[in-house]
């Protein structure tokens, strides 16, 4: 992979109050490439997605996205803090797909699917349904268009959200830890979307995961996160077979236990 | 008096009554809507001019408020309402306030995931409000606003101390004519507000039933 990063986290800090979440944290991104966080809970991985999805706002550093400043802007010559109508244009480059779904509850699937392109991105309805089908097809669920997320088992759920966020055409997509409020027995169909997603190429992915062998089988590289720092980095193979630091020997040793 | 006559009679207040319910109850929930978004609103200072105006229709009495604009505004600023106008302003705004608090509480109830996932799909606030937050929010307000509509029919009793002719006033007027007449007329009077009342008491049970079960929460 070549070319500029899509992605860059420059020096980014943040704290909630008194905590520390992120102490200084740096990582390129190049397009295409399938970046997969690992790390301790409560170490603050979903807090650096939620950043570049604007969810939450970074108390110091530079987020870049596509070579765009994501939390500053330029304004009379002066660097300034992003407002709104900025961090919208570049929000539009991204799309998220969350632990708990997000689902809409008062509009059927196709609905849930066809909202944002209609009033986001000005579709007609019909364009908008075409593509909204088609992506509901990708993740195995076209039948079930009409229906209302209650409907659905959590695993149809998370491919609905999957397919929602894909109606938009984003060039990153982010996934946090998308399989851990489901029943084991349905995990399997959501990962399977995302490797399917995965193999197809260009699209920028960075996922949260615990499923240490599906990051190992889908990622180009692998983020260890711990202490407020990455702390090392790698191709999965060797990061897995090979950690070098302690931080990630232990952590990987707790892993393989459960 | 027999009971029918004295039921003819304040019959003639029905009118006056519900239509005064219905307008003022028409501006109330214009006014709970918009003080209501205000309460939520990014903007400090909106927010506080509304919190100022909620609280203090909420904390001072309906009563006074009504002799305020019936009776203080002419004298102050020469502005001079008739009765109805007068009811329709003050229950309009003092049962507004109440709403609003409701429709800000339902705005909040709202899972923040729903607004998390509205700004991910690159939706502008007021899409996120109009499409995602409000009609899901709706759900929650409408068995306090069904309640709240039956407090504006007993509250409008009120207004025959301006005057305006419903069906407190003419009970008001029999009494005074033959004070022998006291329990049948209040005693039907009482038995006429209640029957009002019915539609909405059934309405508001329904929709809190609605309310609780079934899509929502998904
Ligand atoms: N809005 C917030 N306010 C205060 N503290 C927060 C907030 N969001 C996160 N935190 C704290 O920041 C730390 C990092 O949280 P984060 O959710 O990013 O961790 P994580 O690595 O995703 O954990 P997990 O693996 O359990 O999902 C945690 O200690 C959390 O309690
Ligand atoms: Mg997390």
Request: proline content about 4%.
């Amino acid at each position: 992979m070549t070319g500029k990063p899509i992605v860059q986290f420059q020096n980014v800090k943040k704290s909630f109050d008194e905590l520390e979440v992120l102490k200084g944290f740096d990582l390129d991104i190049m397009p295409g490439e399938k970046v997969s966080i690992i790390g301790p809970s409560g170490s603050g991985k979903t807090t650096i997605i939620r950043m570049l999805m604007t969810l939450e706002k970074p108390t110091d550093g530079e987020i870049i996205v596509d070579g765009q400043n994501l939390w500053h802007m330029e304004s009379n010559g002066k660097w300034v803090e992003a407002n709104e109508k900025h961090l919208s244009k570049i929000r539009g480059n991204i799309g998220m797909v969350f632990q708990h779904f997000n689902l809409f509850p008062h509009m059927t699937i196709l609905r849930n699917c066809t909202e944002a392109p209609v009033h986001v991105l000005g579709l007609n309805k019909k364009e908008a349904e075409q593509r909204a089908k088609q992506m509901l097809a990708k993740v195995g669920l076209a039948e079930k268009e009409k229906n209302y997320p209650f409907q659905l088992s959590g695993g149809q759920k998370q491919r609905v959200a999957i397919a929602r966020a894909l109606v938009m055409q984003p060039k990153v997509m982010l996934f946090d830890e998308v399989t851990s409020a489901l029943d084991p027995e349905l995990v399997g169909e959501v990962l399977r979307v995302i490797k399917d997603l995965a193999e197809q190429g260009d699209m920028t992915m960075i996922l949260i995961t615990h499923e240490m062998d599906f990051a190992m089988e889908i990622s180009d590289r692998v983020v260890f996160f711990a202490d407020g720092y990455l702390t090392e980095e790698g191709p999965p193979e060797e990061l897995f077979n090979n950690p070098k630091s302690d931080r990630l020997k232990s952590f990987l040793q707790r892993f393989s236990k459960v | 008096m027999s009971a029918a006559e004295i039921v003819e009679v304040l019959s003639r207040g029905v009118t006056v009554t519900v239509s005064l319910m219905l307008v003022s109850g028409i501006l109330a929930l214009v006014v709970a809507f918009v003080a209501g978004l205000s309460r939520v609103s990014g903007l400090k200072i909106v927010r506080f001019l509304t919190t100022v105006y909620v609280e203090f229709f909420r904390g001072t009495s309906l009563l006074v408020q009504l002799f305020w604009i019936f009776f203080v505004l002419p004298q102050l600023f020469g502005i001079r309402l008739d009765p109805f106008m007068a009811g329709v302003i003050t229950l309009g705004l003092n049962y507004g306030a109440y709403a609003s608090e409701i429709v800000r509480g339902s705005i909040l109830a709202v899972p923040d995931g729903q607004r998390e996932a509205a700004v991910a799909l690159n939706m502008s606030k007021t899409q996120r409000m109009r499409l995602i937050i409000l009609p899901q929010a709706l759900r929650t307000m409408l068995p306090g606003f069904g309640n709240i509509s039956i407090e504006l029919l007993k509250a409008t009793a009120l207004v025959s101390l301006i005057t305006l002719q419903d069906m407190m006033y003419l009970a008001q007027n029999l009494r005074a004519a033959d004070y022998s007449l006291s329990l049948k007329v209040f005693g039907i009077l009482l038995v006429m507000y209640f029957v009002l009342a019915l539609p909405l008491i059934v309405l508001s049970r329904y929709l809190e039933k609605r309310a609780s079960r079934g899509v929502a929460n998904t």
